[in-house]
């Protein structure tokens, strides 16, 4: 069965950085990655993708202050988060994407796999 387990949320105020990991139990080079979130009431959202060749995609509401990355050795996933916001309160969750959809901003339809997810709370 596959795994994707996530690790580094945390609670912090306004303006703080945090940084999300991911460590899947298998690697698919089929597929691509991304990170999710879902804040309360609300829809589950693509935040960001990274492609097999390192080509990166961002939703409008964070590009410029989060950076997807992914550990060519290990495959393990990172998002790092500047400049947070309350609005950036969500549990985030980490995916594999199916290769039709990863060269594109994250779409839920894309998934293949999902993670347990991290909360992360900004305050303000």
């Known amino acids: 069965q596959v795994q994707l387990v996530e690790s580094g949320g945390g609670s912090v105020q306004s303006g703080g950085s945090l940084r999300l990991s991911c460590a899947p139990s298998q690697y698919f080079s089929r597929y691509c990655m991304g990170w999710f979130r879902q804040a309360p009431g609300k829809d589950r959202e693509g935040v960001a993708s990274?492609?097999?060749?390192?080509?990166?995609y961002y939703v409008d509401s964070v590009r410029g202050r989060f950076t997807i990355s992914q550990d060519q050795g290990n495959n393990t996933l990172y998002l790092e988060m500047n400049s947070l916001k309350p609005e950036d309160t969500a549990r985030y969750y980490c995916?594999?994407?199916?290769?039709?959809?990863?060269?594109?901003?994250?779409?839920?339809?894309?998934?293949?796999?999902w993670g347990q997810g991290t909360q992360v709370t900004v305050s303000s």
């Open positions: 990274i492609s097999r060749d390192g080509s990166t």
């Open positions: 995916a594999y994407l199916m290769a039709e959809y990863c060269s594109e901003s994250p779409l839920v339809n894309g998934v293949a796999y």
